[in-house]
């Protein structure tokens, strides 16, 4: 029961932004996906949620594929994808934004108490409700970001750079809750980061990708003293 | 009281634009394309709608049955065609042109056909209620029974509509797959579908504002393709994007010619169009309820 990436390629017309990747994440394990800009991350994820088709390799949550197959219906599937930047619809409520998380879902019951539980995780979010989405800032832009994929009970939370643009108080109580949060609810998380000391700091596991391949795969307190990658890749 | 039944008569023209400048906001929205075939499947759905009359002599039944004839033509230019395109062709010049290419092209088919199943002949079918303006004492205004049954008529479709996009699950998908589709899809809104029903209650309000409309006129394959035009002219002037703008810009676009007509000059309906819109544009030049960069609901 496990996240399997096997021989995983995807083009950009010409560029190959992801070259036979492999790599597993076991259940309820958190893998931090650390490289430089333009080494593949957010593509890898956008593949993983069903956004991009890739051209080769398999990709296999609980022993099922999960490529070729709609981001619609991977999120039916459990599989929940907060991408970079864009995260919230802007033209839109945070009630409604949160509302979005829940609307497919046929136990409505439960979608009220989720919704309840983010409004306690992140109250900013609660005394905001009516407001438009577009008048957030990016820290409660994520939290309202991730607190939607939550309301979908995700089992496989995919993050794409949620320190992206915040000031470091902020991102270090985003890791903090992330931690907590996905002990609490047994989530399987793929964390991709450029910001590798707080990224690996809460992962079990570090992946280091670069040009779209693999460099690395290890734990990631090992990862954080390994001196080579730390000039390398990690930056610190 | 020239000037009051002036504002009538604008608002009750105003009420069909608003109607035909919603069903190009919807499509325009979600898709990005500016659909010329709205006046195919309107006249279309109208002709189905005289089917009706001139069977049953029902008008109340011919509205509803045009509606949907509507919804499901527009629902079916969708999938057969748009989706398929936007699959095949998915970047470059072309991608931008070829839809509006292809919708310019359905119209002529669309008009051809119902041509060549009805004729090019004018057809028409009469008003549930007198077309005779009402009279006050000794004084007859062209404001008619039948205008204010357009103007309500035209009324519920828009309520219909706002409480759909505002208050139901459906509208929020609606809203949600229009504004950022990549982030809907992510949140689990089944894009492709929700879009195909924003064809359709396009479809459907373009119906209605054929039906409506036809009884002052006549009916003829191209008989609905100045209401295209107004029908877009009103959807800039509401800033293209925002139902309410579409429903605004329509009534503007009604009561600005009536006046331009009664006051101004009685044979210029389709320059005067333009004298409106731009004179909205220079005003505001995002339309009145467009804003800069953003949507509104
Ligand atoms: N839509 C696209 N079209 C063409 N090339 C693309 C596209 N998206 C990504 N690429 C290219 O693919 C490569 C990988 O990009 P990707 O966005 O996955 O990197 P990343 O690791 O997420 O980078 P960053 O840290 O800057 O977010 C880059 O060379 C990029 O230019
Ligand atoms: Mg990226």
Do not use: C
Request: charge should be positive; aromatic fraction near 6%; glycine fraction near 10%.
């Amino acid at each position: 029961m496990s996240l399997i990436i096997e021989n995983l390629t995807v083009r950009h017309g010409a560029i190959t932004a992801i070259d036979s990747l492999s790599f597993r994440v076991n259940e309820r394990e958190l893998a931090a996906v650390i490289g430089a800009n333009g080494a593949g991350k957010t593509t890898l994820l956008r593949t993983l949620s069903g956004l991009n088709e890739p051209i080769g390799g398999s990709v296999t949550w609980h022993g099922e594929s999960i490529l070729h197959t709609k981001p619609e219906d991977l999120v039916r599937r459990g599989i929940l994808h907060v991408s970079d930047g864009k995260t919230v619809i802007p033209e839109l409520s945070v009630k409604e934004n949160l509302a979005l998380g829940g609307l497919w879902r046929k136990d409505k019951k439960d979608v009220v108490v989720a919704t309840d539980e983010v409004i306690d995780l992140f109250p900013r979010l609660g005394e905001r409700l009516t407001q438009s989405a577009d008048t957030l800032s990016g820290g409660e832009r994520q939290m309202l970001a991730i607190g939607r994929a939550l309301i979908s009970r995700p089992k496989l939370l995919l993050l794409d750079e949620p320190s992206l643009g915040l000031a470091p108080l902020i991102i270090d109580q985003i890791f903090q809750t992330l931690d907590s949060l996905r002990h609490k609810l047994g989530l399987t998380v793929v964390l991709v980061e450029q910001n590798a000391m707080s990224a690996l700091g809460i992962a079990d596991t570090g992946i280091i990708i670069n040009l779209g391949k693999l460099v690395t795969v290890g734990k990631s307190n090992d990862l954080k003293s390994d001196p080579n990658l730390r000039a390398a890749y990690l930056g610190y | 009281m020239r000037l009051f039944s002036t504002l009538l008569i604008g608002l009750s023209s105003g009420a069909i634009y608003s109607l035909m400048a919603l069903a190009l906001v919807l499509v325009w929205r979600s898709t990005r394309v500016v659909n010329f075939a709205q006046a195919g499947q309107a006249i279309a759905s109208t002709y189905i709608g005289y089917l009706v009359i001139s069977r049953t002599d029902n008008y109340w039944l011919a509205l509803p049955v045009a509606l949907v004839a509507g919804a499901l033509i527009g629902a079916l230019v969708d999938v057969a065609l748009i989706r398929t395109l936007n699959k095949r062709v998915k970047s470059g010049p072309a991608a931008e042109m070829a839809p509006v290419i292809v919708t310019l092209g359905l119209l002529g088919l669309i008009r051809s056909t119902v041509g060549m199943i009805w004729g090019g002949d004018l057809k028409a079918y009469k008003a549930p209620v007198t077309n005779h303006g009402f009279t006050f004492g000794t004084t007859t205004i062209p404001f008619s029974p039948y205008n204010l049954l357009i103007v309500i008529t035209a009324v519920i479709v828009m309520a219909v509509f706002s409480i759909i996009f505002q208050k139901t699950n459906l509208g929020l998908s609606l809203r949600a797959a229009a504004f950022q589709p990549e982030i809907a899809r992510l949140a689990g809104v089944r894009v492709d579908l929700v879009r195909t029903i924003g064809w359709a209650f396009a479809g459907g309000a373009g119906a209605v504002a054929g039906v409506l409309v036809t009884p002052s006129n006549s009916l003829s394959p191209n008989s609905l393709d100045l209401l295209l035009v107004l029908g877009f002219v009103g959807a800039v002037i509401g800033g293209l994007e925002s139902l309410l703008g579409a429903a605004i810009g329509g009534v503007v676009l009604g009561i600005g010619l009536a006046f331009i007509l009664e006051y101004v000059s009685t044979s210029l309906a389709f320059p005067s169009a333009f004298i409106v819109l731009i004179l909205v544009l220079l005003i505001k030049p995002s339309g009145i309820l467009g804003k800069k960069g953003g949507r509104g609901a």
